[in-house]
């Protein structure tokens, strides 16, 4: 399934970034070759070889009759002058910021950089307050978004290398202290103490197995919200699976049920999204706590389920009742943590204990956020310790199978990110959201929030960038900046996860993986909607 989802999202980037490049060619959008009328003040002309400075304007009416820019203003150019070929036309520059309408950046882009704008200037002579008279023609504008679409894959592709080979220190600090802690039987016992659930979720893999205890703790630093320590111990967790895995480079029903949970996201303290709401000003940053456990325990609930039922399919020796009856158990569990937890969401306790304990709550995310990474070291290697193991050594080992593992996971998560990128920078992400609408306008959800349910699964930094313009645009205390921060705590990157833990034990076939974790980010996002809707609306 992952072959046709990675190959759709480049064929949709593709068609919509040609689809948009042909319309603006056909509409002349960005006026090629056409002078458009300005105002422009020098102190003087710029002789050979020379550069003025300047301030050219162009009203809002010529930006309404040229490029259909209803809702500007005038525009300012602080920009330079300087001679050019013809004595009657000159050469113009302008460096450009992210405050002009979006027209301009693109046009500004054209010339390979996003912030330089250029062009061909006629001046006339100056009024009796030195202001000129002028007609300039921007650079021309081309195959704007086939250019952004592979500007955008080779930067990702780059970025991609760049995260590889960020985690092989990250990886290989906690593999190695993993190590330690399994060589000090420390794994096992705590393995043992939360065996039923174990168990419950995996029930394939024996219980004393290396990979529970590695999933154990991936799940712990996920819940804890340590990503850096999550993903070592992710990693970890799918090289043990596929050491069982009797059939190598198909996902087993364990790799599938883990990454289920993964894509989940379920987190205590969502502290990248707090300190976000904290940075753009936010009275209240931690009031998201409460939403976001809502809706990620609503995305794990559904991947799960989905994980569990899905395995079974397509169906051999059972009827579909058949298999129903064999997850009743399942359906009752999940449905009785689901009801605890609108209980408590629907009786406002999650609001009036966040909001009544709001420097508690701080207090608790920087406490946990200072002391939790130091703590779990200092008792991993304690532990070895007391248990007589050669810390150092194992310690060493650990980490070769860090530097290992970070290396595998690159070609896998160059495609991944490529193409994200195409299908972001295309334009198909447009298209997406003009076609949900008709499934969220019913449900309240606002289209302003549709963009970050959507980038969420697909890219974590893009995501936060959607989340940061929200929260710029709307505030962060407002209704859909607390629901864009609580898209993000409720759900995580599918696509990054399942390229990522996929990649590093070489799973090609991955079966059931990506509609577990989509079903989940789903169920994310409708929960989060939900209870963000009871609470703040």
Known sequence: MLNYVWIGLIFLGLTA??????????NNTFQNGK???AQIKLQSLPT??????GKLVINKVELQKSFNLSSVSDIVFNCKISSGKDSTKYNFYAKIDKSLPELFQRIAKASGKDDDLTGIIELQRPDSTGVREAHIVFEKVTFSKMKEVVSSALHYAGTAVEIALGLIGVMAMWLGIMKVAEQANLISAIAKGVRPVTRFLFPDVPQDHPAIGAII????????GLGNAATPFGLKAMEELDKLNPEKGTATNAMCTFLAVNTAGMTLIPATAIALRAAAGSSDPAIIIGTSIFGSTCATIAGITAAKVLENFPLRNKTFLQVLREKIGLFITMFGIFTIVGILAGTGLLKSFFTNNTET???????????AIPLLIFIFLLAGIIKK???????V??????FNIAIRIIPYLVAMLMAIAIF???GAMDWLIYLLRFITDPIGMPTEALPMALMRPLSGSGALGVMAEIMQVHGPDSFIGILSSTFFGSSETTFYVLAVYFGAVNIKRTRHALAAGLIADVAGVLGALFIVRMLFL
């Open 389 to 395: 193991v050669k810390v150092y050594e194992a310690f």
């Open 424 to 426: 972001r920078a295309g």
């Open 397 to 402: 080992e650990g980490a070769k199978e860090g």
């Open 217 to 224: 703790m991936n799940l712990s630093a996920n819940f804890l």
């Open 17 to 26: 970034a040609l689809f948009y490049d042909v319309q603006d060619n056909v």
């Open 361 to 371: 709550v701080k207090n608790a995310i920087e406490l946990i956020a200072t002391f």
């Open 48 to 53: 050979p070889a020379t550069s003025v400075d």
């Open 35 to 37: 002078p458009i009328a």
